[in-house]
T-cell receptor, first 117, second 111 residues
Framework: GAVVSQHPSWVICKSGTSVKIECRSL??????MFWYRQFPKQSLMLMAT?????????EQGVEKDKFLINHASLTLSTLTVTSAHPEDSSFYIC?????????????FGDGTRLSIL | RKEVEQDPGPFNVPEGATVAFNCTYS??????FFWYRQDCRKEPKLLMS???SGNEDGRFTAQLNRASQYISLLIRDSKLSDSATYLC????????????FGAGTRLFVKA
């Protein structure tokens, strides 16, 4: 089946650090990639949607300058949490979708647990 | 009204039981439908796509009723390993593809 790799799995760093998370589709071309965050016992919250080669579309309330998304190729998207603070601590998950048909499911990466001290 | 609604549960069932999850969606233009499962502190994994004619994969059966805008998932002969959160997912094209996740239904299968 389709494989999406996300790296790193865990990040622990000091407040003020910028953190970069990578999301790669390993065996398919991801025309669209999605970035989510999830707090404990809560639902997935979509942060942004990105199509290869174009600017990401951010959901309402998500700061573009805080969460920088780059989707430079059909197999790689990155999320950079700039100047992270403790309230940014969360589980960040990417997903990727290939093809243009509406029946294409999303495939998720393993997620990144971000802890800001 | 939420775009995709699910009973949050939790559902507590004994091993071997049959359990059904329901999901409703509000946008009649929705085009694709999926069930995902998410284990605690893990990423969601695709369980099955849902087709108009209904489809079955082993112990799992998914049904779609477009007229009622309703999706269901039936799990037969529940196993301990079925314990997870089940997410109803709807896809639609509104000038760009959009996926909407339900909040999920928690299932606990007990010995």
């Amino acid at each position: 089946g389709a494989v999406v790799s996300q790296h790193p799995s865990w990040v622990i760093c000091k407040s003020g650090t910028s953190v970069k998370i990578e999301c790669r589709s390993l065996d398919f071309q991801a025309t669209t990639m999605f970035w989510y965050r999830q707090f404990p016992k809560q639902s997935l919250m979509l942060m942004a949607t990105s199509n290869e080669g174009s600017k990401a579309t951010y959901e309402q309330g998500v700061e573009k300058d805080k969460f920088l998304i780059n989707h430079a190729s059909l197999t790689l998207s990155t999320l950079t949490v700039t100047s992270a603070h403790p309230e940014d601590s969360s589980f960040y998950i990417c997903s990727a979708r290939g093809g243009q048909g509406s029946n294409q499911p999303q495939h998720f990466g393993d997620g990144t647990r971000l802890s800001i001290l | 009204r939420k775009e995709v609604e699910q009973d949050p549960g939790p559902f507590n069932v004994p091993e071997g039981a049959t359990v059904a999850f329901n999901c409703t969606y509000s946008n009649s233009a929705s085009q694709s439908f999926f069930w995902y499962r998410q284990d605690c502190r893990k990423e969601p994994k695709l369980l099955m796509s849902v087709y108009s004619s209904g489809n079955e994969d082993g112990r799992f059966t998914a049904q779609l009723n477009r007229a009622s805008q309703y999706i269901s998932l039936l799990i037969r002969d529940s196993k301990l390993s079925d314990s997870a959160t089940y997410l109803c997912v709807v896809g639609l094209n509104t000038g760009g593809f959009k996926t909407i996740f339900g909040a999920g239904t928690r299932l606990f299968v007990k010995a």
